[in-house]
């Protein structure tokens, strides 16, 4: 029998606040372990939470940047369960009135545009975090993380592949990161999901049993874990067997999916209202303020590089695929405007360096060597006609190692680009003199000897001779 996956993710986005939801506790991450607390954050009795304004701003945007409902009269709830990173014994969440819902999100899948409804996005804080093996028998807690703010962003069953769930995070994380409203690390956990899965017989309309992967923190590890757990599922009720509704965990060393608990109802977290925070009113004017405000989003920025800078669709969606790569780009075409041309370097040099160095997920473009405005010069010493695209490539991998100038390399090194005819002249008379095989080859109508020559005459000259300069000179000298 052939089984149809059915998914939804719930993304845990990290504000970018400077302080958390509740107190005014920085959210710095890497700071020594317990150091930004307080009675507030950890929950001490007799405390009161107090709701950071810029959280529910932050909410706003993502709202309405999703096209969601907003909740005008929204509310907080405790959300009630223990674990030794949440000393309190509940979260403060948000339950039957979440603060944004029924939105959706287009993403591109196979050439095509495929529709994801938002159930939901609402406010949370996190919880702390337990250290384990690394003090023998001991597990240490640090609850920095206890109350930075998060918006959950949880999807309808839409997704039908984990391609599909990988684009749709990739859009999302675009999303949030052009609204400035969270940085999509994944590596820090700022940016992570838990994936709904289950199976059905291709073309029934119930739902399979629903089985929950947690915590998944990087592309691979999403587009691998749901793969796995698909064919999981399909194999055990292809063999007669019973799945049960549970909650696993992705084990990178193995590549497998492992039982972590059974999976709890929202009746076993017993939500209540937070007696401490007021419900919350969100007027006409803020929501209008908000809306104002918004940021050209990814969608609208790929259309403006498609139709401003007449880029194909392809690069134009690898470009906008993250803010910092979109801003490093239109930095570069600022510098020198042959944006067709800087935009083959960043999705063909730029992103097989990052490819190359595994540093696509965790990479950002101010840890990156080459400034955006070197780039650009790079492209300018091109169509100058200072240096070939061959020996810019050589200069590319200079500017990564050693951070200079492009031009100062082409300086130091001698690399610029030969164009006087007279000396590339006596080079291709030297080739043709020592190929006198290949020439009589070619003079015999074998056109593929042509780029033979062409080659060992640009050897000859170190790569630095004008490719057009040797290709009109050695045609003449051939005829």
């Not at 709701?51 to 409902?69: D, I, P, S």
């Not at 994936?195 to 691979?220: H, Y």
């Not at 757990?229 to 497998?256: A, F, K, N």
């Not at 990479?363 to 300018?380: K, N, Q, S, T």
Request: aromatic residues 8%; glycine residues 8%; hydrophobic residues 40%.
């Amino acid at each position: 029998m052939n089984y149809e996956p059915v998914i939804g993710l719930e993304v845990h986005a990290q504000l970018l606040t400077d302080s958390k939801i509740f107190c005014g506790c920085s959210t710095r991450f890497g700071a020594e372990p317990n150091a930004n607390t307080c009675p507030v954050c950890i929950g001490l009795p007799g405390v009161l939470p107090v709701l950071n304004r810029k959280v529910v701003e932050f909410a706003l945007r993502a709202g309405l940047a999703t096209h969601c409902e907003i909740t005008r009269a929204s509310r907080l709830a405790r959300k009630n369960y223990f674990y030794p990173d949440l000393p309190k014994g509940y979260q403060i969440s948000q339950y039957e009135l979440p603060i944004c819902e029924h939105g959706y999100i287009d993403i591109e899948v196979s050439g095509a545009t495929k529709r994801v409804r938002l159930t939901r996005i609402h406010m949370e804080e996190d919880a702390g975090k337990n250290i384990h093996d690394q003090h023998g028998d001991s597990s240490l807690v640090d609850l920095n993380r206890a109350g930075v703010p998060l918006l959950e962003i949880v999807s309808e069953p839409d997704l039908r592949s984990a391609d599909e769930a990988v684009s749709y995070l990739k859009t999302l994380r675009a999303i949030v990161q052009f609204l400035g409203v969270c940085d999509g690390n994944m590596e820090e956990g700022s940016f992570r999901c838990d994936a709904n899965v289950s199976v059905r017989p291709a073309g029934s309309d119930r739902l399979g049993t629903k089985i929950e992967i947690k915590n998944l923190n990087s592309f691979k590890a999403i587009e691998k874990a749901i793969a796995f757990e698909i064919e999981r599922q399909s194999d055990v009720l292809s063999g007669g067997g019973q799945l049960v509704q549970e909650t696993r965990l992705w084990d990178e060393h193995r590549e497998e999916t492992r039982s972590m608990r059974s999976k709890e109802s929202a009746h076993d977290y017993r939500y209540f209202p937070d007696p401490d925070l007021l419900p919350l009113v969100i007027n006409a004017d803020w929501i209008a303020e908000v809306r104002a405000g918004l940021p050209e989003l990814p969608a609208a920025r790929k259309a403006r590089f498609m139709q401003g800078y007449q880029l194909p669709a392809y690069e134009a969606e690898l470009l906008t695929s993250r803010k910092d790569i979109a801003d490093y780009f239109e930095e570069a075409v600022t510098a020198h405007a042959n944006a067709k041309a800087v935009a083959n370097w960043i999705v063909g040099d730029l992103f097989r360096v990052l490819k190359e160095q595994k540093l696509d997920e965790e990479f950002y473009i101010d840890r990156w060597p080459v400034a955006a405005e070197r780039l650009g010069e790079l492209v300018r010493l091109i169509d100058q006609g200072k240096i070939s695209g061959k020996i810019a490539k050589t200069v590319f991998a200079e500017m990564l190692s050693s951070g200079k100038s492009p031009q100062q390399i082409v300086s130091d090194k001698g690399l610029e680009q030969v164009s006087d005819r007279s000396s590339i002249e006596i080079e291709i008379d030297r080739v043709l003199a020592a190929n006198g095989k290949q020439v009589e080859q070619y003079k015999s109508g074998n056109d593929k000897i042509f780029g033979y020559l062409v080659g060992q005459v640009m050897k000859a000259t170190g790569g630095k001779a004008n490719p057009q300069t040797v290709n009109n000179l050695l045609r003449a000298k051939l005829q």
